[in-house]
């Protein structure tokens, strides 16, 4: 059986969101791969402690802070990676999440809940944080490949771009409208995008991580005991692996796409890590 190794050593990757659980894992996996990481997020800090253990490690990583929502501010970051790293010819779009204003208090509607006045309905979620939530899940997305993609397009040498959307875009799910919205949104603009660069040599793709446990997400999947939420549990009997997602599920995918050998026919997907979450009916 031939073996594979998957050598990354000429590759410079930006990634935004790198302080987040899923990207700083990915930061740390291209990197033990010989990639150079320029970990981006606003949260410096956060960016620069896992730069410092990758480069314990023995990597090639550097923090870089940035605002995804301003070009102008991701235009600077740019010019800094440049200067100090060199031109990405990689880009990991991974900075997203979720707000509490644009979710509903219940799963479904029942008439009298909009005049209630504890019950936060579909009619109560504020126009304002579902525009700073498709801002910070889709429209970052687009300002950042602008600004990190024009080299490697003009390049003449191609490039390889991995957004993160979610299984929401599969599935949506009950409460979080919006974020689902702009989900199912990073998965249409990743195959846009595809067919847009295929001339310049530019594939792009998508990872949509189905359940996985993170900072942002623990208190909604478990209690204050340990336990699974009765919401988890409903997750749990629709996921025919019957368990939650571990960040190591996700290396596969990731360094499958980030080779340019393994997946160099294979643009415009967005691959469902999920544990079977979106292919199963309930039945």
């Known amino acids: 059986m031939k073996r594979y190794h998957i050598d990354l050593s000429d590759k410079l990757v930006a990634v935004t969101g790198a302080a987040g659980a899923i990207c700083s894992s990915f930061s740390r996996e291209l990197a033990r791969a010989g990639a150079a990481v320029a970990l981006i997020d606003i949260n410096l ?5 896992i730069a410092a253990e990758i480069r314990a490690e023995g990597g090639r990583a550097k923090a870089y802070s940035a605002n995804v929502l301003s070009r102008e501010s991701l235009e600077e970051c740019r010019k800094k990676i440049e200067a100090e790293m060199g031109k990405a010819n990689m880009l990991i779009n991974g900075a997203g999440g979720n707000h509490p204003m644009a979710t509903t208090d219940k799963e479904t509607y029942e008439p009298g809940d909009a005049a209630a006045e504890r019950i936060k309905s579909f009619f109560d ?8 939530l498709f801002a910070l899940n889709f429209t970052s997305i687009l300002l950042t ?5 024009r080299d490697m397009a ?12 979610s299984m929401n875009a599969f599935r949506p799910l009950t409460k979080i409208p919006a974020y689902s919205a702009a989900k199912a949104a990073v998965s249409n603009f990743t195959e846009w995008l595809a067919v847009h660069f295929a001339g310049a040599g530019i594939r792009v793709n998508a990872i949509a991580p189905g359940f996985f446990v993170g900072n942002q997400n623990r208190g909604l999947l478990f209690d204050k005991n340990g336990a699974l939420t009765p919401r988890s549990e409903k997750i749990i009997a629709h996921t025919p692996m019957g368990r939650f997602g571990e960040l190591d599920d996700l290396t596969g995918t990731l360094m499958w796409l980030a080779d340019d050998e393994f997946s160099r026919f294979v643009t415009g997907v967005v691959v469902p890590v999920d544990g079977g979450f979106s292919a199963y009916s309930g039945v």
């Open 154 to 165: 003009e390049s003449g040498s191609g490039g390889n771009i991995i957004n993160i959307s």
């Open 145 to 149: 490949t602008q600004v990190f993609s």
């Open 45 to 49: 800090e956060g960016a620069e402690k």
């Open 125 to 132: 979620l504020e126009s304002g944080a579902i525009e700073r």
